[in-house]
């Protein structure tokens, strides 16, 4: 019996007509609601994409290639406004590397779970795993697990399913190619949004020949989303140790009380600057009492860092007390990361 309460989205680009024929056989023997993103392919397939609409699949076209990210929005905005009765909706890839029976088995954990995001989460240990398919997951897994916070194990699975309230919370997502799923995972850190993943296959088919993802150009596109990130705690880190060395030159020469002066004066200006940054570029966000607790931090840690520069420059090293400050800055720098990400700029 076919499932009626799950629509099937296929994203697609100049498909291999054999690989995706026989898996949109086997499809719709499981499933009623498939609908096909056409995202720019050649007017070569038009022939290829009636065929679908005959065996009672919706196919949506755009004209120009816009991305998957945008064939992703383009067909949740279409669900969202013509079935009215489903409880969940997977994505999948048209390249072969999802089984309908993967499909299902996200399908169900998806309706078990309509608060979640699910992803099908593939096995990266495998032999047959081609390289450029490992490089790039081992990649990500690591950004995502330090600058987000969050621990997945396939950030580039295109398998991944949610309820219509969840997909409601994606449709505004930014990204319009490859980045955009990466930025779903993003939003769901930030609107609190459980992520949930369940096992499938690990599926290549020659070698993967057949996906559009470049694992450098895509891969770079997708790590300008923590530029931001880096950029607000370089640049707030370079103002604090410029203001603290300015200070330092031109305060009276009293070696203790010039440090910690000069440490206080440069982080005043430089932590202003940077929650600026942060609640206004980098986390989007900055929820009551954010600037209270952000700042109870600055005080805890500038005094941290004057103290410590002070006790290492009179009693351990004798060198300049700047490039001091710079090394116990950058440990202090690693640790504020951490704590404004989970603390001081999180929704709850």
């Known amino acids: 019996m076919k499932n009626k309460d799950v629509v099937v989205v296929i994203p697609t680009l100049n498909p291999n007509e054999k690989i995706m024929s026989e898996f949109m056989d086997k ?27 005959k065996q009672g699949i919706i196919v949506l076209k755009h004209h120009i290639n816009y991305g998957k990210g945008r064939a992703l929005k383009t067909a949740l ?6 079935y009215k009765d489903i409880k969940a909706i997977v994505t999948a890839d048209s390249d072969g590397q999802h089984s309908p029976e993967d499909i299902e088995k996200v399908a169900d954990k998806t309706k078990k779970n309509p608060k979640a995001y699910v992803l099908g989460s593939r096995n990266f240990k495998q032999d047959n795993v081609p390289f450029k398919s490992r490089y790039g997951n081992i990649i990500t897994r690591n950004v995502f697990k330090i ?10 699975t295109g398998l991944r399913g949610m309820s219509p309230e ?3 919370e994606f449709l505004a997502t930014a990204g319009e190619r490859f980045e955009y799923e990466t930025n779903t995972l993003i939003e769901c850190k ?4 459980p992520i949930v993943e369940e096992t499938i296959k690990t599926i290549y088919i020659d070698n993967n020949s057949e996906s559009h993802f470049n694992p450098f150009k895509d891969s770079a596109r997708i790590y300008k989303l923590f530029i931001k990130y880096i950029f607000s705690a370089i640049s707030s880190f370079a103002l604090d140790i410029l203001l603290f060395a300015l200070f330092m030159h031109f305060l009276p020469d009293d070696i203790s009380k010039k440090i910690i002066v000069s440490t206080i004066c440069a982080r005043v200006i430089s932590s202003l600057y940077n929650y600026l940054v942060n609640a206004k570029v980098v986390f989007k966000k900055a929820s009551k009492g954010a600037i209270y607790k952000y700042f109870i931090l600055v005080i805890i840690q500038m005094f941290a860092s004057g103290f410590i520069v002070d006790l290492l420059s009179e009693n351990v090293f004798s060198f300049n007390p700047t490039i001091i400050k710079i090394i116990v800055d950058s440990v202090i720098f690693i640790v504020n990361f951490f704590i404004q990400r989970e603390f001081i700029f999180k929704n709850k």
């Open 77 to 82: 905005n279409y669900i969202l406004n013509e």
């Open 147 to 156: 600058f987000v916070g969050l621990n997945i194990t396939d950030t580039q």
């Open 190 to 193: 930030e609107k609190d949004i």
């Open 166 to 168: 969840v997909a409601k």
């Open 27 to 53: 499809l719709t023997k499981s499933f009623k609601n498939i609908i096909v993103v056409n995202d720019g392919s050649r007017t070569s397939y038009d022939k290829y994409f009636k065929d679908f609409e």
